[in-house]
Structures are given as C-alpha cells and as structure tokens.
C-alpha cells in the first residue's frame, strides 16, 4: 500500500499541550505576544521555532509571529497538506546587506523553494542579533494565488519549519528542520486529552517478530497476533502510535480475521512477498484477512481519539480478535543482508470503554484495475455508491478523519460528497500528495455526516512522465493505488470495503463501461464480499467553489477513457 527536508514525527500530545501560551520563559521574544491569541512551540530536538497566531476572519487577514533563538541565521516557516514540502507555502526571512527581507516562497519537490511570483505577505517587524531572529507579517487567510495555500481555520494544518547556520539561504543542516500540526482556531483538540497510564490504561505493543528482509524492491511481510493473549477482555484503543525499527517501512496495516489464519504455527512465524513491477511476484501467503481497522504510512505521526470515541480490540468477536500485520518494505536499491527487529504498533489502550466505536471504510479504485499512460496527466476516479451506503444506519456516520493513499505518480486525491445529485462539503483531499508524507487529515469542525443512499466519489490524478510503458495497479511503490481510508463512528460490523471496479468484459469497447462496487451483502450478519452492478456513476451539481479555485468535474463517470486506450495500445 501503501528525506528529505522534513522527518520529525511529532505526537499528538506536543500538539495538544503546546497549545497554551509561552510560560516563563518569553522574555527573550523581542516582540509583544499579547496581542496573539494562539501559540505553538515547533521543536525538532536540534532547534525549536515560537509561532505566534491572531486571526481577523471579517478582514480575511492573519499576523503571525516567528521567534527562534538559534542565533542570526534564515529561518522559514511554512504550511502543506501533508507536512512535507511538496506544495508548500514558505515565508522566507532573513537578513540580506543589513536589511531583514521577508519572501513568499513555494515548493513543488525538494529542494529549495522558488520565490513567488506574487510577494503578498506585508512584513510588520524584525529583530535579529547574534542569538536570535524573530519577524512578524501579516497575510491573507484565504489565496486565489495557486503559489499559496489558504489557511484554514476549521481544522488542523501542517506547519513545516527550517533554520539555517547564517542569513545565507542555503540547506539547513541535517535535523534543523520539523513539522507539527497547529490549529490555528484553537479549539479543534479541545475534545483530544493525552492519556494517563494506571491500572486500567495501558501501552500495549503489537509487533511483528524479527523479520530478515529480502533484498529486493517491494516487499509485503506478514505476521498474525492472537489479540486475546495480549489483552484477555475487550478494550478501546484510544491512542495509536507506532514502534518503526527499519528505514525501510514504508506502511504498517492492521487487519482483522474473521478466524486465525491456520499457516501460523508458531509465534514468531511470518511470511514476505515479493512484488516486481514486470509482474513476475514470489507469493507465499495470501491474505485472507480484510477488516481493516488500523493504518500508518510514511510520514504519519501517533494518534490521540476524541474523549469519546475508542476503537474496539481484544475481545471474543472475530473483527477484534485475529489481527494480521502487514509491513511494507520499500528497497529501491534493493540491499541484501537487513534484518528488522520488530516493527508495529504500540497501543494505548483503555478498560474504560468510551460511549461511541470507530470503524473504517476504504473507498476508492480497485488497484487491480488501474491502467495509465505512459508520460502524461491522467486520473480515475471510483464511487462508494447507494448500494453500499443504503446499508449505513439511518443516523448515519461521523467522519472523524482519512488517510488519502497513493504512490509514486500520484499528483492529487479529492474526496466528494454528493447527496440528492448535490456535492456537500467534500472530504479530507489532498491537493498535493507527497508519497513520503502520508498522515491522517482531520475533517473540518463542522461535522460531517454520511447518510444512506449518500455517495462517496474518489478522484485520483497522476503524472506519469518519463514512463515508457503503461502503468499498472499494484503493490510495488512503481504501480499505483488509489484509496481513502475512512474513519468514522458508529462502527459497522463487518463493513470495511467499498471500492469499484471496472467490468474487464466491457474494456475492450472502450464505451458505455459497465462497473462493480465491492460491499458485504449484510454489514451487520456477513462478511462476504459480493458483487454489486452499478451501470454508471450518475452526474451530480459541483460544490460551489470560490471564483477564482478550479471547479471539478460535475460530468458523471470519467475514468480516463482516452488513457484506457492508450494504455492498450501501448501493450499490444
């Protein structure tokens, strides 16, 4: 399934408690902090950043301030989707000739940041001598600037950081960079405590054995925990944090079984899979279990719940008993002779079992049948549609947050919500997706509900450029994916998957493709997973973006016809 400038994983509890205002210590901050309403210390271990908020929603305007006491040198602050630098808004300042200057800059890989075409940010003050650089600057909140990102104020954001040696902007030192997510309406975490351990609240670790890696591109290892033996009677977990022991974990999954997989014999057992982009794969186990219920992925951070809200675990019922992990390993210049120790999760878990259980649902394409063209722009885009949502409670499902997943080639991944023919306030997206940054994003503090007969519509776009052949689906991180793995409450039974597919009889007329959609017949009695026919994804009115933001696609089905039959072509 699922360095760069930014590698610090920060958990939930810095951001929670980081929240309050500096205490003590802020007299070495040159400017007044009284004035602002939020703070947040971004610290990477090496070096630290004070970001200072106030926001003026009626003059779409907001004044940061930016303090770091690692002497007179650049320092930049900075916002993307994913926490990583690909799509960033940077605010730049620094002292150049004996003048501080302060620039917009934008990242679209790694690298350094290219200055903006646009120079919107109005610097406000400035302060730099031989232990510190601080700037204050105002900008807009929201941008019709595709160089800037808007700000947000409804949900959490990342916050990326860097500080240099001297005003020279030039790449920081190894570890003199971070990341942290910071809401800038201070109130989205209220409902998130950090957890105290007693008695009743415990770590639990779940991880795989010692695992000798194969030294070859893409592996999948699998191991199966007997969840009762770690935790005798049910539990929430209520916290989610990961224990990675090798650079080469590229995602961890948790699935649940319906009845323990018989192949493992003893407790140390595991197995790997080899994935090959030419298709010639070394499969050892296939795997049954498909409940999926926890996920981390590059560049995700630990995990806190809202105070009511847990995840159901180790407890009789087959969904929260039979666990398999699945790690992937990432070895693009496949080298021998590795050995992980024991990567995994380590869970927070309660006895106090809190009023309300999270599920999650994946929707979006089936890999099996992703087909793109080579060197171009291409998408897909897939429907968790009536037949599966009609199944939902009347009540409906609280989306809490999602993991937007691809690989490689993947631009951009937009989530929608349509009701009535209507697109609602659409879902976590990514407008930037960085394959090295893939962490949950939260939905908005206006709750989102999806209720029977709604329709859950997945658009993934790649580039494919310098690609002399066709691009498949798959496992290995040179094929594609293309999923939104859901989190919501109430949980469902059973009910993990709702995906489409494409009918292959009808490929080769390259018209009036008819598709499937994956969902149990029953989420409440059965886990099967059947078939259900869906003659087309029906149009729908577009959410009413700003003027000056690129509307999307309000025509019903549009799964790259033209890229189905290049890539045919290019196969025969």
Known sequence: MMFSLLLVLQTYA?????????????????????????????????????????????????????????????????????GGMVGATIWLGYSNQGTFVLEDRYATTYGKPALSATQSSKLLSSYQTSTLTAFTFQRSISSCNNQSISLALDQPMWFIYAVGTDNTFQKHQPGHNGQGLVDLSQ?????????????????????????????????????????????????????EGTAINHPFVHHIVGYFCEAPPPEFTTPDKYFCNIYRPNGNDTITYNNTCTLLKLAWAKGGVDRLFPANVGKPIGSDSDYTRHLMIEIHYNNPDQVSGQTDPGSGFNLTVTKNLRPQEVGMITSGVSQDFILLPPNSTSSVVGECGTKCTNTFPSSGLTVLSSLNHMHKH???????????????QR??????????????????????????????????????AGETGPVVGGFSSSNEMCYSFIEYYPAMDYF?????????????????????????????????????????????????????????????????????????????
């Not at 929240?19 to 007044?32: D, E």
């Not at 993947?410 to 609602?424: A, D, F, M, N, P």
């Not at 962490?439 to 790649?462: A, E, H, K, M």
């Open 14 to 82: 810095t951001v929670v408690e980081s929240f309050s205002r500096i205490q003590g210590s802020a007299s070495w901050i040159p400017f007044s902090t009284d004035k602002y309403t939020g703070h947040q210390t971004l610290n990477s271990g090496n070096v630290s950043v004070e970001l200072f908020w106030v926001a003026n929603k009626d003059q779409d305007t907001i004044e940061f301030g930016v303090a770091s006491q690692n002497g007179n040198t650049w320092v930049a602050i900075g916002t993307s989707d994913a």
């Open 187 to 239: 109130s989205y975490f209220q409902n998130y405590v950090e957890p105290t351990l007693d008695a009743n609240t415990t770590v639990v670790p779940v991880v795989a054995p010692s695992i000798n890696l194969p030294g070859e591109t893409t592996a999948y290892c699998y191991h199966y925990v007997d969840m009762k033996q770690l935790i005798p009677e049910k539990r929430h977990i209520i916290k």
């Open 410 to 424: 993947g631009k951009s991944l937009t989530v929608q919500h349509i009701r009535g023919g209507q697109e609602l």
């Open 427 to 464: 879902l976590p997206s990514i407008t930037n997706f960085d394959f090295n940054f893939q962490s949950y994003t939260f939905v908005s503090t206006n709750q989102t509900q999806i209720l029977p007969g709604d329709r859950i519509r997945v658009n993934c776009t790649y580039n494919t």
């Open 496 to 572: 993990t998957f709702c995906v489409q597919v494409p009918d292959i009889s009808y490929l080769p007329k390259y018209a009036n493709l008819s598709y499937s959609m994956f969902c149990p017949a029953n989420a409440n009695l059965s886990s099967s997973m059947i078939p259900n026919t869906l003659a087309d994804m029906p149009p729908f009115n577009a959410l009413d973006l700003p003027t000056c933001s690129i509307k999307s696609d309000a025509i019903g089905m549009r799964f790259n016809l033209v890229g189905f039959i290049m890539v045919l072509f290019f196969s025969i």
